[in-house]
Antibody
Framework: EVQLVESGGAVVQPGGSLRLSCVAS????????MHWVRQVPGKGLEWVSF????????HHAAFVEGRFTISRDNSRNSLYLQMDSLRPEDTALYYC?????????????WGHGTLVTV | DVVLTQTPASLSVAPGQPASISCKSS???????????LYWYVQKPGQSPRLLIY???NRFSGVPDRFSGSGSGTDFTLKISRVEAEDVGVYYC????????FGGGTKVEIK
């Protein structure tokens, strides 16, 4: 069974930093693209960041470019999101999501999310 | 960015009746390799989103066959042939051509 467990969400002051983590199990993590997607409570979904299976290709949404950095450690089955220069508008539930293949821009499984409040 | 426009924003359906949700894209979602990068997700109350349909019309693992997707190019539709109480939630279309974007969501309620 695919499981994605996020952690690291917290209350932080504007301008502060956080590092989100996502631990994956139930599939060969090293063979799949991964994403972060966020949702303001009660609102819609917003893609944040993508990283390819081997970490050599990564992209961020324009509204976080230069402030957030996605990374992964395939030896630890873990995905990360380093969030710097946080703004009140970054307040959201952050989901880790698995891609269906090595480089896909889509997602087939989601975690339960971790809440970031700025 | 690709803009997805979903309609209606909300839908109230009697159990056993059909439901249909439209998703229109600002540009074609046909990938150069031949597949169309349009997906449907449902977010039930208090839960994470879950994949229902991938690449326009393929049901994901475990999705009941009362759910179907259709369309091409820029116009897509999700249909529920007979709505059940467990289908309550918000349905989102999403494009994965590049830099994913989501539709605004359609809230499905039971009459």
């Amino acid at each position: 069974e695919v499981q994605l467990v996020e952690s690291g969400g917290a209350v932080v002051q504007p301008g502060g930093s956080l590092r989100l983590s996502c631990v994956a199990s139930g599939f060969a993590f090293k063979d799949y693209a991964m994403h972060w997607v966020r949702q303001v409570p009660g609102k819609g979904l917003e893609w944040v960041s993508f990283i390819a299976w081997d970490g050599t290709n990564a992209h961020h949404a324009a509204f976080v470019e230069g402030r957030f950095t996605i990374s992964r450690d395939n030896s630890r089955n873990s995905l990360y999101l380093q969030m710097d220069s946080l703004r009140p508008e970054d307040t959201a539930l952050y989901y880790c999501a698995k891609g269906p293949n090595r480089v896909s821009w889509a997602f087939d499984y989601w975690g339960h999310g971790t809440l970031v409040t700025v | 960015d690709v803009v997805l426009t979903q309609t209606p924003a909300s839908l109230s359906v009697a159990p056993g009746q059909p439901a249909s949700i439209s998703c229109k894209s600002s540009q074609s979602l046909l990938h150069g390799t031949g597949f169309t990068s349009l997906y449907w997700y449902v977010q039930k109350p208090g839960q994470s989103p879950r994949l229902l349909i991938y690449e326009v019309s393929n049901r994901f693992s475990g999705v009941p066959d009362r759910f179907s997707g259709s369309g091409s190019g820029t116009d897509f539709t999700l249909k529920i042939s007979r709505v059940e109480a467990e289908d309550v939630g918000v349905y989102y279309c999403m494009q994965g051509l590049h830099l994913p974007t989501f539709g605004g969501g359609t809230k499905v309620e039971i009459k």
